[in-house]
Every structure is written in structure tokens, then in C-alpha cells.
């Protein structure tokens, strides 16, 4: 079957990982179902641009969020590039797609005053502190490394000699990691109370093991840095990757190069890494304004201009003039309430819904430094809903301040 051949190709010659193998199964599969619905044949090889794209506008319409819809899509344009070179089909269905716009989302990161806390609590927690939760801290926070690579460390992989550790990364592609000596010092500590013996020479095993000897889960890694995020902060996203973006982010901040931090990152291309360039903007405005010598105060703009980026998408009709202006002078008046947003994405949308006439809906995404704002309003006009997305922002932020002028 050709799904299960270009499967293969994945794991096999792709070498991509066993979670991007199954995501891209799901995908094949649902459309599969939806060309079946549509018209009586699952077969993929039968699909034609309008399927796609119908199956595209479903999926919006469904409320899967557009950077969701790209992976999908990305699966497919994969599965049709596959398909064209081992001469299944003549031509590639998703060609002619466009692909859905994703608004710009920074990495949500830590600021340094608070990994000093959250280190600070793993020391003095009550009782004796726990050495598996200082290491999966100092190995996030000191390596930047992603949660898969986490769970597959190896004892073999680590040299306390030379102070690295050898990650197997996306692709099964291998680089290796400097670790300093707080990290090297905590997988010492780790190893001479670890809940396993060590095994005998020539033989291998995961450096990390749960209480009762078997290898750590990814969901008792997540569990345990939520809980330690928890401690010191009141943020709500408290995953294993936040710490991955705040190596990056600090790293960067410190004067890194950004070639390095991308190898460091394991990441294909610089693209990915530039993201966390955009975190420290608002901090070299405020050095440069301080230190040149006719830096003056931070910029500002007159009252009639837009500091930050907004982006209006009207799914499935056109937006007027009018309306798009309405947007821009309500978003003005959020800018000037709070001068550290970044870029705003607003999303109109009509839900058709019998005869509710309060089908006009107005999503409403706000980054500001280290993090993403977000209200979703219905309402008769989108103006109306417009105007209460807005000041749902606006309570955000007015919550959001103490932490972001600490932030700065």
C-alpha cells in the first residue's frame, strides 16, 4: 500500500522520529476519511486541488488553529512529493495551495531572575532536595536539549571527563552538548544515588530512571518541571520547552553567536533559531537609547501611527476597507495603553448557526515580550465583538504589567 511505502521511506530513509511518523499517519488517514465522505473513494492517489483545499477550509471551519492546518498540510505536500517519485500519481494535488497565515508567535521563555529561583528552590525544598529534579532542570536549562532527547539519554552518552553529552536528535541526527559544572556536577550527584546499580562495562542503559528503577516517562519529566515552574512563578505555560527557550533566549542575550546556538539547538536551519532574536529587541532598544551618545529616549511613534505589526484575516469573505481601519485605530488605542506589544493577529470569522444573528466572531492574538495574549469575542457586528476582544486584551495586560516591566 502506498501510505504504508512512504511510511517507511519516514522512518527509514527520512529517519524521521517515531512521533512525526504518527502525526503524519493521523493526517493521511483523516484526509483519506475526508475524500471518502466526499466522494465515495479513501484512495489518496484520487484527489484533486479543490479536495485538498476543500479539506483545508473544514478544518479551519472546524477550529483547528492555522499552524495546526500547516502541519497537516506539510504531511501531505511530503506524502504527494513521495508519491510523484516512485510514479503513483502525475501531478501534486497541494501544488496550487496556499497555505493558511500563521500569526508570529515568540518562544515564551524565563526571565533569568526566575531561573535563579527556580534553581534556589530545588536546593532548598523541604527535606532533602531531589536530585532527579535539579538534573532535569540543569540538563533543560544548561543544554537547551528537547524533551525526546531527555528520556533517550544514555549513561555512555555522558563525559564528565570532558564535560559533554552526546544527544541523538530529530532524524536520529547525533551532536554533541558542553555542559558546565553545575550541570556536570549535578549528573555526579545524580549517579552515586541513582536507583539502579550501574551496569557492567560494555553494557548500556538511560541515565535517568524513576523511583522505581524504570526508564523516566516523558509525561513524569513534564509533571515534575511543571511543578518546579510552579514554585517561583505564576506563568501559565510550565513545560520542558520553555526551558529550551529560555537557553536559547539567555544564550543570546549574553552576546552567543547565532550559528552556534543553532547547533547547540540541533535545529536543520537558522530560520528556527532567529525566532529568539525578536526576545531581545526591546532590550538592545533600551541599551542603545541609554549608551549612544544620541540615543536619546526609546522611539516612539505620533499618535496617528501603529507601533506594532497587525495582521487582519477575514475567513471566507472580504474584509472592507472600513472595517480593517476600525480594527487598527481599536489596536492603536491597546498600544497606547501598554508600549511593549509586539504584534497583534486578528482573526474575523462568521459562525452560521440557525438563526443566532450574534455570529460574528473576533479572535484576537497580542504578543508582547515572552509570551502570547489571547480573547475571543461573538457578537452581532464585528465592531462590537472587536471592541470586547479588546479589552479582554486589555485586562490581560493590566495582570500581565508587574511581570513584564520585571521582564524588561
Known amino acids: 500500500m502506498l501510505t504504508e511505502r512512504f511510511l517507511d521511506h519516514l522512518a527509514y530513509e527520512k529517519r524521521c522520529s517515531p512521533h512525526t511518523q504518527a502525526a503524519y499517519r493521523r493526517d493521511l488517514a483523516q484526509f483519506g476519511a475526508y475524500l471518502d465522505e466526499l466522494r465515495g473513494d479513501p484512495a489518496l492517489t484520487s484527489a484533486d486541488p479543490r479536495s485538498v483545499r476543500g479539506w483545508v477550509m473544514s478544518l479551519l471551519d472546524g477550529g483547528i488553529s492555522a499552524r495546526s492546518v500547516n502541519r497537516k498540510l506539510s504531511a501531505l505536500r511530503a506524502f504527494y512529493k513521495f508519491a ?6 502525475s501531478e501534486d494535488p497541494t501544488d496550487l495551495i496556499d497555505p493558511p497565515k500563521t500569526p508570529a508567535r515568540l518562544p515564551e521563555f524565563i526571565p533569568e ?12 525544598g523541604p527535606g532533602k532536595p531531589d536530585p532527579l529534579e535539579r538534573l532535569v532542570l540543569e540538563l533543560f536549562y544548561g543544554t537547551g536539549i528537547r524533551l525526546a532527547e531527555l528520556v ?8 564528565l571527563h570532558r564535560r559533554t553529552i552526546r544527544v541523538l536528535g530529530k532524524r536520529n541526527k547525533e551532536r554533541i552538548i558542553p555542559i558546565g ?13 541513582r536507583p539502579a546499580p550501574m551496569p557492567a562495562f560494555g553494557q548500556n542503559e538511560p541515565l535517568l530512571l524513576g523511583s522505581t528503577g524504570k526508564p523516566l516517562a516523558r509525561r513524569t519529566v513534564q509533571r515534575l518541571v511543571a511543578r518546579a515552574l510552579g514554585r517561583v512563578t505564576t506563568r501559565t505555560k510550565r513545560s520542558p520547552h520553555v526551558l529550551r527557550h529560555t537557553f536559547a533566549t539567555h544564550m543570546l542575550e549574553h552576546g552567543a553567536d547565532l550559528n552556534a546556538v543553532k547547533e547547540l539547538l540541533g535545529h536543520a536551519g537558522l530560520a528556527a533559531t532567529q525566532v529568539y532574536t525578536h526576545n531581545t529587541v526591546e532590550k538592545l532598544r533600551k541599551v542603545h537609547a541609554q549608551a549612544h551618545p544620541r540615543g536619546g529616549t526609546p522611539p516612539r511613534t505620533t499618535k496617528d501611527t501603529l507601533i506594532m505589526n497587525v495582521n487582519v484575516h477575514s ?21 497606547q495603553f501598554h508600549d511593549r506589544i509586539l504584534s497583534g493577529e486578528v482573526f474575523l470569522r462568521l459562525e452560521h448557526d440557525g438563526e443566532n444573528r450574534e455570529n460574528k466572531v473576533v479572535e484576537l492574538k497580542m504578543l508582547v515580550p515572552g509570551r502570547e495574549l489571547f480573547a475571543k469575542r461573538q457578537s452581532k457586528t464585528f465592531e462590537e465583538a472587536t471592541d470586547q476582544a479588546a479589552e479582554a486584551i486589555r485586562r490581560q495586560l493590566e495582570r500581565a504589567k508587574p511581570r513584564l516591566n520585571k521582564a524588561s
Open 84 to 89: 510523484r517519485t516512485v510514479g503513483s500519481v
Open 152 to 159: 533517550g539519554l544514555e549513561l555512555n552518552a555522558v563525559d
Open 113 to 124: 531572575r526566575e531561573v535563579e529561583d527556580v534553581f534556589a528552590s530545588a536546593k532548598e
Open 181 to 193: 559544572e553545575g550541570l556536570s556536577d549535578a549528573i555526579g550527584f545524580y549517579l552515586s544515588v
Open 315 to 335: 475567513i471566507h469573505f472580504d474584509a472592507d476597507n472600513k472595517l480593517v481601519g476600525f480594527i487598527h485605530e481599536r489596536l492603536r488605542k491597546l498600544d
